[in-house]
Structure formats: C-alpha cells, structure tokens
C-alpha cells in the first residue's frame, strides 16, 4: 500500500537566506540631488560612484571606464563624458594615477558647481551645444498666450 502526497498541499518551504536579508527599499534619493539637473547618464554614474564609495567622502571609487560604462548601461565614451562633467560640476574628485586606473571620490553638495552653471559646463566637457527645453510651467504660459491672440484676432473680426 502506497502513501501518496496530495498534489495540492503544498510544505512551507523555508525561506532563502538571501530573501529575508533583502531591505525594502534599496535606495533614497534626496531632492536636491534630484532637481539637481543632472541628465540621465550623469546621474546615473554619479549613482554608481555613491555605492561604490559607500557614500563617504573618505571612499574611493577607482573601477575602469570600460567596466563603469558595462554597469551603467552606456557607451564608454558617455561615462567618459558624464565622470568628466562630475569632476568639472564638483560632484567628484578625481586623482590621476600613472599606469592604473583613476581615483574617484564623492565631494560634500556645498562644493558642487551651482545648477546656472550646469550647462555651460556640460558645453565645455562635450563640445556640444544642447538645444534649452521649457519648463512645464513656460509651456503652458506660451501656449496660453498664443490661445489668447488666437481668440483676439476672432474677436477682432
């Protein structure tokens, strides 16, 4: 006589020990590095030289560039220009060192470069000029604007 198990009870496994060591949020961001107007590749490399520093200011991030852009998601070239753009802004330090890969190191915000001055730097490390986006709050005053000549000239005629 065979014992057989019901398929449908199913034995509480325990759980993995990696599971129950996972935090529930993995990452705050505070505002002023939010609104900051970093693009998304530079905040991104920014994001990744906080961890591997461990956020200190004492910590040193020294990956090569190939393999920050391979964690990044992004060409070289544009971790290249996005670490120089850092260095340039203040977010970062960076010490050169012959025959190894540079040294990196998180800057306290009070030593970063002020948000006006963000592009014309972003325009000196790139040599690009990017075109100036508007605000949510700029587009809707031009497009009301342009609705109220448009219902002006109806009433005119």
């Known amino acids: 006589m065979s014992i057989e198990k019901d398929s449908s009870v199913k034995e509480k496994e325990a759980p993995d020990a990696k599971d129950r060591q996972l935090p529930s949020s993995v990452m705050f ?3 002023l590095l ?3 107007g970093l693009d998304p590749y530079e905040f991104r ?3 990744h030289a906080v961890r591997r520093t461990g956020g200190k200011l004492d910590g040193k991030y020294f990956a090569s560039l190939s393999k920050t ?3 990044c998601k992004m060409s070289v070239r544009r971790a290249q ?3 120089k753009f ?3 802004a203040g977010f970062l330090t960076q010490e050169k060192r012959t025959g190894r890969t ?3 190191r998180v800057t306290p915000a009070s030593q970063w470069a002020s948000r006006e001055n963000l592009e014309s730097i972003r325009e000196a490390v790139t040599g690009v000029r990017r075109k100036k986006t508007k605000s949510k709050s700029q587009s809707a005053k031009s497009k009301g604007s342009a609705t109220k000549e448009v219902s002006e000239k109806k ?3």
């Open 29 to 31: 961001v505070h505002n």
């Open 34 to 36: 939010d609104e900051y």
């Open 45 to 47: 490399i920014y994001a």
């Open 69 to 71: 852009a391979e964690i």
């Open 81 to 83: 220009y996005s670490l």
């Open 86 to 88: 850092l260095c340039e």
């Open 102 to 104: 540079d040294e990196y």
């Open 155 to 157: 009433i005119e005629e």
